[in-house]
Nanobody, 114 residues
């Protein structure tokens, strides 16, 4: 059974940092576009960042310059380094693997609050 398992969420003060990880039980992991999405209470799920198999990255305007997506194909893992966190970053963060269709993780809660 294909699984995406996120970790690294938690409570952090404004201005702090967190690193999320997502490990995938996917064969041929390297050909997937991997991404992070988030959903805040009462809002729709939105794109945070993606990393294609070709090495291209894309970020939501709201996180550019603060968040960095990376991947380690040998470990079948994608990361999201989040710096200068703001209360507006509070959400459940979901890992996504996309090829023909979408695979999703269960989500990890990130709360930014003093």
């Amino acid at each position: 059974q294909v699984q995406l398992v996120e970790s690294g969420g938690g409570l952090v003060q404004p201005g702090g940092s967190l690193r999320l990880s997502c490990t995938a039980s996917i064969s041929m992991f390297s050909i997937f576009t991997m991404g992070w999405y988030r959903q805040a209470p009462g809002k729709q799920r939105e794109l945070v960042a993606t990393f294609t198999s070709g090495g291209s990255t894309n970020y939501a305007d709201s996180v550019k310059g603060r968040f960095t997506i990376s991947r380690d194909n040998a470990k079948r893992t994608v990361y999201l380094q989040m710096n200068s966190l703001k209360p507006d970053d509070t959400a459940i963060y979901y890992c996504n693997a996309r090829l023909v269709g979408d695979l999703w993780g269960q989500g990890t809660q990130v709360t930014v609050s003093s």
